[in-house]
């Protein structure tokens, strides 16, 4: 018999990007109900969820979440006087999302934190591999003439910490950073991570060439 997940109310911030584990995320924050979530965020606690929207958006409610997302915790803030925000924050966990409160007046939801498994001694090797292919990328993507972070990145000494920073660099799409997200087993999200971004560099490599 399995012990029930501890489920605990969250703040929550869907938005049209993905947050990960060990990413940081600015935000300017301009609509009423996130005003109001920064302000209690800044009171109690500096933490709330992010979650990816599936369809609608950011802007007005009526969206639909995906239901994995990450902790987001605050480490700057500034209020502006006309009641905006521009905060400073850094992904700390994944969580599950098990229960959609009543928007009141910004959204929350009753969530669990998802265990997280380190990489075994084969699955840090494959760290290479992962730098190897996200630098190509993001070369490439630089080489376009498009933003991008600068391939000459520094990781974290910790290979899990050092996979997820990989992951938020890499030049993958909202959707595909969720697949990320949704995967539990470290080795097996670094495999994906190597895929996905090597596909990314071979499409712009295509492109670069003229096809």
Same mark, same amino acid.
Request: hydrophobic fraction near 45%; include cysteine.
């Given at each position: 018999?399995?012990?029930?997940?501890?489920?605990?109310?969250?703040?929550?911030?869907?938005?049209?990007?993905?947050?990960?584990?060990?990413?940081?995320?600015?935000?300017?924050?301009?609509?009423?109900?996130?005003?109001?979530?920064?302000? #209690?965020?800044?009171?109690?606690?500096?933490?709330?969820?992010?979650?990816?929207?599936?369809?609608?958006?950011?802007?007005?409610?009526?969206?639909?979440?995906?239901?994995?997302?990450?902790?987001?915790?605050?480490?700057?803030?500034?209020?502006?006087?006309?009641?905006?925000?521009?905060?400073?924050?850094?992904?700390?966990?994944?969580?599950?999302?098990?229960?959609?409160?009543?928007?009141?007046?910004?959204?929350?939801?009753?969530?669990?934190?998802?265990?997280?498994?380190?990489? #075994?001694?084969?699955?840090?090797?494959?760290?290479?591999?992962?730098?190897?292919?996200?630098?190509?990328?993001?070369?490439?993507?630089?080489?376009?003439?498009?933003?991008?972070?600068?391939?000459?990145?520094?990781?974290?000494?910790?290979?899990?910490?050092?996979?997820?920073?990989?992951?938020?660099?890499?030049?993958?799409?909202?959707?595909?950073?969720?697949?990320?997200?949704?995967?539990?087993?470290?080795?097996?999200?670094?495999?994906?991570?190597?895929?996905?971004?090597?596909?990314?560099?071979?499409?712009?490599?295509?492109?670069?060439?003229?096809?």
């Amino acid at each position: 018999m399995t012990d029930a997940p501890v489920l605990t109310p969250l703040p929550m911030f869907p938005l049209g990007t993905v947050l990960l584990p060990h990413a940081v995320l600015p935000l300017h924050i301009f609509e009423p109900r996130y005003r109001a979530l920064a302000r #209690d965020c800044m009171s109690s606690g500096l933490e709330f969820g992010v979650v990816l929207i599936e369809r609608g958006s950011e802007v007005g409610g009526g969206d639909t979440r995906f239901g994995v997302g990450t902790v987001a915790h605050i480490t700057e803030a500034t209020e502006f006087p006309d009641g905006r925000w521009a905060l400073l924050t850094v992904g700390r966990r994944r969580l599950r999302v098990a229960t959609w409160l009543p928007d009141d007046p910004y959204p929350v939801a009753l969530v669990e934190t998802l265990p997280e498994r380190r990489l #075994d001694e084969r699955g840090a090797l494959a760290i290479d591999d992962a730098i190897r292919v996200v630098r190509r990328a993001l070369a490439l993507k630089a080489e376009m003439g498009e933003a991008a972070p600068s391939s000459r990145f520094e990781l974290d000494d910790d290979p899990d910490v050092a996979a997820w920073q990989l992951a938020a660099l890499a030049p993958l799409g909202p959707v595909d950073g969720q697949r990320l997200l949704e995967v539990d087993d470290p080795a097996e999200r670094l495999r994906m991570l190597v895929g996905l971004a090597s596909e990314a560099g071979d499409l712009l490599a295509y492109r670069l060439s003229g096809g």
